[in-house]
């Protein structure tokens, strides 16, 4: 069997080396995606930063693990879903080689044996490959990190014999596991359907695709569902959940919507004979259009639904900030000062909240970060509070905990040290903060009980309330007359809270955005030149009966658009899934739906899958049609 697998590996190499090239990928992304999160565990901090910058490093350490973490998984998952779904296609083209291997003598076990092996070396070849590409995907990813600001420059990650271990056996994993049904499905054929196409070698829609599609659109139902009374936490799990189930149930099922996208093709191009082929083409193909978008499918769920999904969290955060305050106008300022805003014209109440550098320790560990120090009559008449909230008792030598800090459940009455510039305090936890959509301040502190010389250094927000009858446009020139320069509405400022709480997963997405197109480009480019590869028969018939060698070409490329609009459709309806539930866990939160839609990423998307199909399709159609039509006419592949 191992002979066998090595000659059909040399003979019929166009249709392994997507999934080589897959697996080779896969295992260089775990490879280094564990060196990083290794060396990021034992972080080297600088000497000579102030609390806060370290704070800041610390914090971006903990996002590029998890970026990594995110990663790994990820490779894992599309490297399997492509190899499987390039595998039982290539085995579906296969079907009459393995069926005179049947008529011959060959039983059902060892025609899974052989495709097992086929496997095995698909893994190893891969994996092979992939360590190398590790070392190169290690830099690439140390690289992009310290571009976006996750980690710092000079980070280095330290070589791991076991990290190579570890990933080439996943590699080889992920071969074995991704061939396995397929190997299955291919065993229970019967040799004699095989060579005809007839009974189930020519049923796109078997037993376990339904199965698989249903069971998985099921799961994806019940997320949506699950979602709507979820907390935010959770329904970001969903959407990610909904994105890679809903993904896998849709390219199972695609074979059941191609017919009709082809027929509603057929209508939107009605007359053009080239239009017409495609759409015989596609109604025909249904197995190899199947195979071609699934990837785009995978592609656009993933893309959409976590881009829109942390655009919809960030966006519901700015949402809830805006509602939490009781003003017009927010002053951001630094030093001393603020107090001149109480006393402009037209000024109704002044809420200044300074961040000061001091250091809280809670349960032997500081925190030096979100500390603010207010005044609490002047806050709760600008702010919103939560029910249960009450600042009455914060006077003296006293603290609220803020929403940073709920999950840390510090009970009221509490007595935190608090070092403020060398002198040590005693605060008793007077309230606490409910959680907040983001993260929030860490404490708050009576501004009275602070030394002027901390306050001074802080950066101060005013949050001001325009009196009544008073243009707040008007106050909001008075104040920037007054000297400062920064004043901006509450529906401003909101939003740019929000977009800073959204820098983050930004840079995260990035790294994911890229790895997912990166993964999407293969398989797309894969089954589209595989595909082509295969039809060099039917192009050569095609131009028997009439057709030039540009119209076989363009017919080639009207059906492969039309694959990829099947593609992006049904990758937008499991993201639209996604945001459904956000929406749903946001009006839950906030008490209206927020969603945010990322339009311009789908344009994107959609431009540059139709381009790469279209150009990859026309490229593998020019080569299929290079020999003499006469001469593949009469044979069969």
Known sequence: ????????????????????????????????????????????????????????????????????GMTAFLAMFLAVFIVSS???????????????????????????VLLLSESLLLGLIGAALGVPLGVVAKYAQTWLLIEIGLLPNGFTADWQPWAVVVAGVMGVGVALAGVFAASLRAAKIRPLEALRETGAASTVMTESRWLIGLAFAACTVAMVVWAQGADLIGAMMAALGISMFGAVAMSMLSPLVVPFMAWLFGIVLRGSPLAGLAQANLRDGVRRSAATAAPLIVLVSLL??????????????????????????????????????AKIDGVAVASIQTTVDIVVTMAEKNVHSGIVAVDPNTYARTHNLPPGVDLSGLTGNTIVTGPARHADRIPVGTVMAVDVAGQPLSLTVVSRMPETLETGDSFLIPRQTLPTAVLEKGTTETVVQVAEGYDPAVVAR??????????????????????????????????????????????????????GAERRREFAVA??????????????????????????????????????????ATNK??????????????????????????????????????????????IRE
């Open 304 to 341: 959409l639904g976590l881009t829109g999904t942390f655009a919809s969290l960030a966006a519901a955060g700015g949402e809830e900030a805006k509602r939490s305050v009781n003003a017009q106008l927010v002053v951001t300022s630094t030093g001393t000062g603020a107090d001149r805003i």
């Open 543 to 584: 131009r028997v009966t009439g057709l030039t060698r540009p119209q076989v070409v363009a017919a080639a490329v009207i059906e492969s658009v039309a694959v990829a609009i099947i593609g992006l459709a049904l990758g937008c309806l499991v993201a639209g899934a996604g945001l459904v539930g956000i929406g749903g």
């Open 86 to 112: 390039t595998f039982a296609y290539t085995v579906a083209q296969r079907r009459r080689e393995l069926a005179l291997l049947r008529m011959v003598g060959g039983s059902r076990q060892q025609l899974r």
């Open 1 to 68: 069997m191992l002979r066998l697998s090595l000659s059909t590996f040399r003979d019929r190499w166009e249709l392994f080396i997507g999934a080589i090239l897959s697996v080779a990928v896969g295992v260089a992304l775990v490879q280094a995606s564990m060196l990083v999160l290794t060396a990021t565990g034992k972080p080297r901090i600088p000497p000579g930063l102030s609390r806060q910058d370290e704070d800041k490093m610390r914090e971006g350490f903990v996002g590029a693990a998890t970026v990594m």
């Open 478 to 531: 008075r104040i920037e007359d007054a000297g400062f320069d920064r004043v901006q509405t509450v529906s401003d400022w909101a939003t740019t809270r929000a977009e800073n709480a959204q820098d983050g997963n930004v840079k995260i997405l990035t790294v994911l955005m890229g790895l997912a197109g990166l993964y999407a480009l293969m398989a797309v480019i894969n089954s589209v030149v595989v595909a």
């Open 589 to 634: 939160a906030v008490g209206t739906a927020v969603v945010s839609v990322p339009w311009t990423l789908l344009a994107l998307v959609t431009l540059g899958s139709v381009f790469v199909v279209a150009l990859t399709s026309g490229i593998t159609a020019v080569m299929a049609t290079r020999e003499q039509p006469v001469s593949l006419a009469t």
